[in-house]
């Protein structure tokens, strides 16, 4: 027989959890030396973090990244990217974990997303472009936007 007090319970321990989480993709974001945006990025898969990432300039690269007209410069990873790239060189897997994001993908990272086998999203504040976020949908990523995480 199907407990339905379980079901909120397990509901109320997940966003528990996607809060904890978002909060720590936050910190990760305070260390982007980017000004136009500071986003921040985690993996988890199995109750672990496997991965983390900011946005920022390639390894040996100066860490600004902004140009002198202000636009970011194109070699600039995403924080998604970086993370997904971290985790490419270690002996861990994307498949079936959960990304974290303070910003939603944009569509070159959500193929990425896709690609490395995450199947679950979780994301604070939307970016002005949702096509990256109506990817990911239609290949079947589940994706859950929390807005908030003050407690």
């Not at 270690?90 to 896709?114: D, F, M, Q, W």
């Amino acid at each position: 027989m199907l407990d339905v007090n379980n079901i909120t319970d397990s509901k109320a321990k997940q966003m528990r959890y996607d809060i904890a989480y978002l909060k720590m993709a936050m910190e990760w974001a305070k260390l982007s030396h980017c000004t136009r945006k500071q986003v921040g990025a985690l993996i988890v898969k199995d109750e672990m973090v496997i991965s983390d990432g900011y946005n920022g300039t390639p390894t040996g690269f100066e860490n600004c990244c902004e140009d002198d007209q202000g636009y970011t410069k194109w070699y600039v990873l995403h924080a998604e990217a970086n993370a997904i790239l971290k985790v490419a060189k270690s002996t861990n897997s994307c498949v079936g974990a959960t990304l974290y994001l303070t910003l939603s993908p944009c569509r070159e990272c959500s193929k990425l997303i896709h690609q490395a086998g995450i199947t679950r999203l979780v994301y604070m504040n939307r970016y002005k472009d949702i096509s990256g976020l109506e990817f990911l949908d239609r290949a079947g990523v589940e994706v859950v936007q929390i807005e908030s995480v003050d407690e």
